[in-house]
């Protein structure tokens, strides 16, 4: 320490004094990680301003609204859709007449069979056990009106700051998918939408990758001179929509999510892939590096796999992580946020970041949002990376999942740090409360806004 009065010796006794035996590591790790602030770089949800079709204390909702909460959204939750028709299959209950219900019905079909006929034992049912448990709820309920009127008394605004609080989040980053016509109008009808301290914004834009031509005949619709073919006028007129998004919503960042036969470079039989490749080379990669933004590319999800169950109807497929290995390699001047969805790829990620300072690998994405596997990744990620990643995001959907997605991966987080920090004091390091205070600031805030900034 430059300046320091204290001899070697005395500098050692000190940060002996400060050690914290290997038996007395659990409670000081889960106090550290419990106290941490949090900066959740991907969620789904909203700010009030883009209205609500939630019944509140303020009697204004919006049928269209974006801001989802309350326990009939949380109950509803695509992920639960998907498991009650396990339970109750298409043959009993055929899809169509499900999507005719209104959600008070759906919610209460989803807790008769998944919360009540049978134990709730599910990520994501354990999950609204645990938020409706942390907001003072019995989880014990029979039936959701006992719910219902406590969602029906919060005030949206207020209700953010309560969850904000028991979730201890300071950020809340959205996701803005601007080829979704109901988001990107509420941000042509009202410039100050996304305005609230408590939200980021980012520019979602899965169809240019995913369907280039889809995409330009709707940026023409829009008055941008892009055709079908990526030409140089295009992609000139790509480069200024982005941008004009990226300045409207004050973005933090841009994401996609891929399939899971996303190649760099693309099949060169496949003009689709070929379109994305010309879009992502000469148009999305040079404007997130003018504005050394990152790029966040969210690779894996085969979408519809079943129709029918709409959101709830993506799967998972293994990737090709060789192709992000090239990008990062070809685009030295860009900072790409990669997660991935199958479990297989998780150790090639890690193998990859440790040659590229520009891959941040970050979270345990949508299927991989499980305690056994969050455990498996993030031992594997310390083992490799050291503290140089982003363990997690919540990608919450209903505001009120903040609470329970990152209690259960603060749990996870605080074993799986206890062991590593028990493994290193074995070695005779010393591991302080100034040690862990560090490398927890780090992990769930200080990674995120370093790699924004880099
Ligand atoms: O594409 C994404 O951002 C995914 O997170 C999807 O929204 C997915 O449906 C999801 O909610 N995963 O948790
Ligand atoms: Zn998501």
Known sequence: MVGSTLTKEQTTNMKRSTAIPADQLKPVVAQIVAHQKIYDLHTHLYTPRFGTPVANSTGKTDPTGLMLWGVEELVTYHYLVAEVYRVVPASKLPYEEFWKWPKSRQADHIWKYLFVENTPVSEACRGVLTTLGKLGLDPNEKHLDAYRDYFARQNPSQYIDKVMELSNVHTITMTNPVFDDNERDRWLADKTVGSDPRFKAVLRIDPLLRNFPQAAAKLADWGYQVHGDPSAQSIDEVKRFLNQWLDRQDAIYMAVSLPPDFRYPANQTDTLALAGQTILEKAILPVCAE??????????????????????????????????????????????????????????????????????PFGCWWFLNNPSLITEITQMRFELLGTSFIPQHSDARILDQLVYKWDHSRKVLVNVLTDMYTRIAETGRLITREDIVHDVEKLLNGNFQAFLAQ
């Open 291 to 360: 504005r050394k933004m990152p790029f966040a590319m969210m690779i894996g999800s085969n979408l519809r796999t079943q129709p029918e169950l709409r959101d709830a109807g993506d799967t998972s497929g293994i990737s090709d992580v060789a192709s992000v290995a090239r990008l990062c390699r070809d685009f030295p001047g860009n900072k790409f946020l990669v997660t991935m969805l199958a479990r297989e790829n998780q150790h090639e990620l890690c193998v990859t970041a440790r040659k590229f300072g520009n891959l941040m």
